[in-house]
């Protein structure tokens, strides 16, 4: 699933290149995509382009970004990139992830 | 390697907060429910220690050098320590003091398949001054590299197999003793008893051979007494004779074992009867289909031409009748029956007849020593069978043959 429409011509490409990689319908795979959902919702008007990639249907792109475990966040713009591990309930940290305040 | 570690660090952190579904392998994926794990983890903890803890066998793990990482109850009950001191010991398959018996192949020994060979061996120990034996059987636990890093050993107080298998053997030794002293008795015996009738033998033979002179050199000038008195002798004499040689034949009944073959018994009985030279007055009555019979035919030949001789001697009937016949018996046995009209037996001293020796009908049984009944039970016990008689005084008398053997009915 991704969200947001690809970029028209003109248009500023999105400031967010986020993937998030995820197990099926497991439990904490479940918890990180609403988090992330919600913030870019939320937070960043959309103007994200996330990519959720389910290991267990294919595992090849989770290989070449050296992922171990799921659920990760992986933040690959802004740069440098970041990585993430866990079901992101932690708003802090994912704030953190995505250089953006928290809100209070 | 400072991002390395830190994202190592990064996992573990999320492993413990238990926010990890799965582990991406590099062939697979590991999905984890963590709490399920945990809780299966325990089960099988449980599981284990139960079984350890429950058996009687006595489990030990050790490393690979010989020092002791754990025992169970069993096995410090066995060796007389509380498990807690044995731990950090040197483990000895003996406990105390090692004795026969050694380890097999070595500890970790690769099978051709590339598997752990477990290694087998028993060992004898000296516990609370008594002698005991264990089997022990030993594995090695590997890493990922092959390498043993604990041995585990398990082991199984045999003493009481061994004692009875001693016991067994004891025994064994005994019983090839008492049967060869058997066997040297028996033929002792025999031989004892061949000598014993061949002088007894001799003896009458020169009993009769002086008889006879006498009656040659004395013919017409002895007193009707004294006549009577040198046949007395005479007759005495030859009953003994026959005593002797019939005696001889009892003992000879089975001494040479016949194979058990696959007998016709229709062709059998007819022989068997024509073998009697019975006159063609007598009525003798035999069934159109005899089965085949696995059975050892001298043997057989034997009984019958006893019981039919008999049929015709005790039988003062006008119209001798015998028949024979047979009939099926439980349990997959087989009766073969002799019947007479002739003059039967009291009830009361039936069971006097398959003695040695024992005549009931002298006056009409005319020559005999009255061993042929003993004979036909002797062979019938060879066979396998009994011989039993059902007699009604003054009506007939029924000998049946009752015989464990394989038949095969003719078609």
Known sequence: MTAGPPGGAGEAPPAYHLILFVAGRERNSLLARENLQRICRDRLNDACELMV?????????????NILLTPTLLVLEPQPPVILIGNLNDAHKLCSALRIEEKP | MLDRLQRAEEYIEALRREEVDAVIGR????????????????????????????????????????????????????FGHPRAELIGRRFDPAGIDADAGAPGAPIGFKGPDGTIVPTEFECRAVIDGRHRWIRWIEKAIVDEHGQPFEIQCVGRDITRQKEDAQTLQSAHIELAATVKALEDVNRELSEYSAAVTCEIKEQIRAVLNYAAFLHEDLEGELKEEQQQYL???????????????????FAQVGKHPEECEAVDLDRLVK????????RPVIDVVVPDAWPELEVQPTLLKMILGQLISNAVKFNTSDK???????????????????????????????????????????ESAGEGTGIGLAIAGKAARLLGGTLRCDSVPGTGSTFTLDLPSVMSPRS
């Open chain 2, 320 to 362: 001798k009748r015998i028949e024979v016949g047979w009939q099926h018996a439980a349990a997959g046995r087989i009766e073969i029956f002799v019947r007479d009209n002739g003059i039967g037996i009291d009830a009361k001293l039936q069971h006097l007849i398959f003695g040695i020796f024992k005549r009931l009908h002298v």
């Open chain 2, 27 to 78: 062939e697979n994926i590991l999905v984890l429910s963590l709490q399920k794990m945990q809780r299966q983890l325990h089960l099988s903890e449980e599981r284990y220690r139960s079984i350890v803890e429950n058996q009687s066998e006595f489990v030990c793990r050790r490393t690979p050098d010989g020092v002791i990482t754990f025992v169970n109850e069993a096995y410090g009950r066995f």
């Open chain 2, 271 to 278: 022989e068997t009867i024509a073998a009697q030279h019975l």
């Open chain 2, 231 to 249: 046949d007395g002798l005479k007759t005495a004499a030859s009953r003994g004779h026959a005593l002797v040689e019939d005696l001889k034949s």
């Open chain 1, 53 to 65: 990639v389910d290991v267990l249907e294919d595992m090849t792109l989770a290989a070449e970004h």
